[in-house]
């Protein structure tokens, strides 16, 4: 195998079939379920447990955080939305009415990353727009990590059978 060859295998678009693929996804889904509404999820539970200092650290985190992405949202809002409505329709039209399955395998990524996404800004608005305690702000950020680990776990497993069903596909017909 010459080096070509192996550059062209590691690769491949050919995405459901290729492990670093699913590598990716994978660091996807545990990036997203870490980092909630910009903040490392482990400082909550060093806030739970330890108080004083680490909760004031989580409250200074979250609002750095929060007023963060409603500046960029209120600025760039309508652009923003803009832009993802075209990606994710260019990536769908490419991927499920001309058959690119790494059209395919980025739409089962993006799609729901948009998702996350408007989780983490309604829990930043209302974050922002009732005052929260340390405890309150604990649950908050607790039941937002759960919201977006139910979409990852909807989306991994929409992912598999997809991706099951492009190889077996592939395998069997093509």
């Known amino acids: 195998m010459d080096l070509f060859s192996l550059i062209v295998e590691m690769i491949d678009l050919r995405s459901f079939s290729n492990l670093w693929y699913w590598i990716a996804l994978a660091v996807l889904w545990s ?9 490392p999820y482990d400082m909550v539970g060093r806030a739970s447990r330890m108080g004083g200092q680490a909760a004031q650290d989580l ?3 979250v609002r750095i955080q929060i007023n963060r992405l409603l500046y960029i949202t209120d ?12 990606l994710v329709t260019t990536l769908l039209l490419l991927g499920f009415a001309y058959g690119v399955e790494f059209a ?4 089962l990524m993006v799609l729901p990353m948009n998702v ?3 989780i983490n800004l309604s829990a930043a608005r209302a974050v922002q727009a ?5 405890r309150a ?3 908050r950020l607790t039941r937002t990590r759960f919201y977006i680990q139910l979409v990852g776990i909807v989306s991994i497993f929409v992912t598999a059978i997809w991706g099951m069903y492009q190889n077996l596909s592939i ?3 093509g």
């Open 31 to 39: 990036s997203a379920s870490h980092w909630v509404l910009g903040v």
């Open 59 to 61: 409250q200074d985190a």
């Open 75 to 86: 600025i760039t809002g309508v652009f923003l939305i803009s832009f993802m409505f075209f």
């Open 104 to 107: 395919q395998a980025l739409v």
């Open 116 to 118: 996350v996404g408007l």
């Open 130 to 134: 009732t005052p929260h305690d340390d």
């Open 137 to 139: 702000l604990r649950s």
């Open 171 to 173: 395998g069997v017909f």
